[in-house]
């Protein structure tokens, strides 16, 4: 589900986990991601509910500057869900050409 949503475009941890067939499992998905992300995974691009960024320290930082290199806006240390958030449609999961 994360390789489907494309830069300068946001998800979150509950979207990612209801759209991979498990609506509850947000904190596993949010566990995954904050521990050690595969670098091959855009984990940056998943933030939690209303935009936020949840890690901390340079953890944040790295995220941040990730986006904004993709060209993701903040308002107030958020991001802008309503311009940048990505639905994530199950049936058009990523596939590597």
Known sequence: ML????????????AVAAAAGYPRYHRAVARLLRTDPPDSLP?????GAGGEI??????????RARLRLEGVAFVSGRVDME???????????YKPD
């Open 3 to 14: 390789l489907s949503i494309p830069p300068g475009k946001v998800s979150t941890y509950g």
């Open 43 to 47: 984990w940056h691009r998943v933030l």
């Open 54 to 63: 949840k890690l901390r320290g340079a953890a944040a930082n790295e995220q």
């Open 83 to 93: 311009r940048f958030e990505h639905t994530l449609k199950p049936w058009e999961v």
